[in-house]
């Protein structure tokens, strides 16, 4: 469809990369005439790994190209939530994750000097994962790498190649064919299906000629990562117009190494050369730490920030998914999350769709679904930026009011918007939704993420892992169901003396039995098993009606 | 499934039902009222009076709460275009 772009530059090692990790290694491919594989993956940044991760976990064959031999240096995102967490820990990764990240909970909201209030993020009790941990990125996606070549040894058919650059990709009807440069010289792949994980800028959807509409934020935000020893607590700290006048706003936030996020809104007409000067970066931290704090600065860098989305995030064969398919500005912690979200809801589903146990359209359902996500984490990360940079006179005026106000009247606080975190999205309305079960708890209704539990012998989603369940809550049901070629599994739990699960899953009712999909979210629930019934909801969510 | 949002989604329940705001008489004083609001800015620079005018709309907004009547009396305030 698309002629290669015009200079086939080789791809070259990367001078800054943080870990190197699947360096070029020349593939039987490259002399072979276009070999055909069932999934390739183009990218891979924390998206790509997970997607590889979680369908070489299933037995898909699966092959990633990146243009690099590993994860590039400088940290981008840090504030990795729960649901995160748990999709990782169902691949996994999530351990080494947990171990290594910073939990928080406490975050201050500074304006000019005055702190107007603190908050916490009081996680609810009894899930195995915080509400966020605080993380470099390259650590996160070293991690889903380690994950990999763990299970690769294990016999997963993971393939990661580095230095393999897509430079041009043609649909066909039963494939997608791919053009690859590398440093021996270009070659062709095919694949059945192809995932393009290729970040913000994604070449591949330039190749197809899709666009990407959206807002641009007329704002330059300084990134500092710096290491210092200082002891500020491990809370999030966010100024409006701060008295240090280093930024119209300021955030500074705890990484693991004793590394700091510090975060300066510069405004829009910028010299962006002249402001990553060093000299000039350490005089904006320096204004905001005091002049006696030695730090080392680890990493700085300017960005622009976008809000927008693909309009359809499937494309024929080529699957769009994380920052190439949408885009969101960083307040909310929106970015890598729901593009893991988008992964965990894929896999499955295309894992079905090449077996032949469901039909194509069940792919349709992940772009309705992740299409809807994408569009709240838009409303929210745009809300969010619309406050902290105000965009005329009068909206700056009352956001300025709030503030006042926030002081000293609670219900403005409620109203101050330095970012709305990330919190995962409930599929209403999807066409896989089977029946609800009137006097059941709203937050588990069909479409939603199951939220986590202590359960007898560990953790609620740990339990659940990764295929069709039926759970049930002091509710008979055959152990396992066959239908539609698939089996369903069930999951047995009482809710007696196990007030979590009462108050999530069953409310006043006594009994509840709920289909789960793979993805851990709700199928359809009843108040108790009928056969039938059950069959339907499957059928349903497997897209075959 | 849902369309792209553009502004506030509403509960399905309220869709249909008529906005509550109040656009007959209410104040049990209005000539008492109004005296009060000119006066509260009194010297006040202009910048100050709609800083405090700001405060005060966001006050009664959420003394208000409801969003249907808040949108019913944003939609009355703003000039027709
Ligand atoms: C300052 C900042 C702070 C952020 N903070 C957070 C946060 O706290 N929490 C959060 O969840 N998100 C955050 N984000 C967003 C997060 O960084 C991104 O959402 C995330 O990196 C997206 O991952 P990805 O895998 O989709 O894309 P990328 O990470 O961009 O990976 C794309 C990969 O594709 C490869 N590639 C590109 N073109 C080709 C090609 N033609 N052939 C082969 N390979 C190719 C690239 O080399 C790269 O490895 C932040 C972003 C920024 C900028």
């Known amino acids: 469809m698309t002629a290669p772009i015009a200079t086939p530059e080789i791809p070259a090692q990367r001078q800054n990369l943080a870990f190197t990790l699947y360096p070029y290694v020349k593939s039987p491919d490259q002399e072979a005439v276009a070999r055909r594989h069932p999934v390739v993956v183009v990218g891979a940044g924390p998206i790509g790994l997970a997607a590889a991760l979680d369908l070489g976990r299933q037995g898909v064959p699966v092959l990633v190209l990146d243009d690099n031999e590993g994860i590039g240096e400088g940290s981008r995102a840090i504030c990795f939530s729960k649901r995160a967490l748990e999709i990782c820990d169902r691949l996994g990764a999530a351990g080494p994750m947990l171990e290594k990240g910073v939990v928080w909970n406490l975050g201050k909201v500074f304006h000019d000097d005055r702190l107007l209030y603190e908050f916490n993020l009081l996680p609810e009790a009894g899930h195995a994962f915080p509400a966020f941990i605080n993380l470099q990125q390259p650590y996160f996606e070293k991690f889903l790498h380690d994950t990999i070549v763990a299970v690769q040894a294990a016999g997963a058919p993971i393939e990661i190649r580095g230095c393999n650059r897509v430079e041009a990709v043609t649909p066909r009807t039963d494939h997608v064919a791919l053009d690859v440069m590398t440093p021996d010289g270009p070659y062709r792949v095919e694949a059945d299906w192809l995932i393009a994980c290729d970040g913000a800028r994604s070449p591949l959807r330039g190749m197809l000629g899709l666009g990407f509409e959206g807002r641009v934020f007329e704002d330059n935000f300084l990134i500092a990562d710096v290491r210092m020893t200082a002891d500020f607590p491990t809370e999030r700290w966010f100024w409006f117009e701060p008295h240090f006048k280093s930024g119209a706003s300021a955030l500074l936030h705890k990484q693991p190494d004793d590394v700091w996020r510090i975060d300066f809104q510069l405004g829009w007409d910028i010299d962006r050369k002249a402001e990553l000067e060093p000299a000039r970066v350490r005089a904006r931290v320096d204004a905001m730490l005091g002049p006696e704090v030695e730090y080392e600065l680890v990493w700085t860098s300017i960005y622009t920030f976008q809000c927008r989305r693909m309009e359809r995030f499937r494309q024929g064969r080529v699957i769009f998914a994380g920052d190439a398919a949408h885009q969101v500005s960083p307040f909310g912690a929106r970015g890598a999350n729901s593009g893991i979200q988008d992964v965990d809801n894929l896999c499955w589903k295309l894992k079905l769709v090449l077996e032949g146990m469901a039909p194509e359209r069940l792919l349709d359902s992940y772009d309705a679904e992740r299409v809807h996500g994408a569009d709240e984490n838009i409303l929210n990360s745009t809300r969010a930026t619309d406050f902290i940079t105000p965009k005329t006179p009068v909206s700056k005026l009352f956001r300025n009011a709030v503030l006042d106000l926030a002081a000293t009247q609670p219900f403005a606080r409620s109203i101050v918007n330095s970012g709305r975190l990330s919190v995962p999205c409930t599929y209403d309305g999807s066409s896989l939704n089977g029946p609800d079960c009137e006097n059941l708890p709203a937050r588990t209704r069909p479409g939603s993420p199951v939220p986590d539990a202590p359960v007898a012998d560990g953790w609620l989603l740990q339990a659940l892992g990764g295929g069709f369940t039926l759970m049930t809550f002091d509710a008979e049901a055959p152990e396992v169901i066959k239908a539609h070629g698939v089996i369903v599994r069930r999951l047995a739990l009482t809710a007696t003396g196990n007030a979590a699960l009462q108050a999530r899953f069953l409310g006043e009712a006594p009994a509840a039995v709920y289909l789960i999909r793979p993805d851990q979210h709700v199928a359809a629930r009843w108040s108790r098993y009928d056969e039938t019934a059950v069959r339907a909801a499957l059928a349903r969510a497997l897209a075959l009606e | ?81």
């Open chain 2, 1 to 81: 499934m849902t369309k792209p949002l553009s502004g506030p989604r509403w509960p399905a329940r309220w869709r249909w039902s008529e906005p509550m705001l109040t656009l007959t008489p209410n104040l049990s004083n209005p000539d008492e009222s109004y005296a009060r609001l000119i006066a509260a800015h009194e010297e006040l620079s202009e910048a100050e009076s709609h800083a405090m005018n700001a405060r005060l709309v966001l006050i009664l907004m959420n003394h208000i709460g409801d969003e249907r009547v808040l949108a019913a009396a944003m939609a009355v305030a703003r000039p027709e275009r």
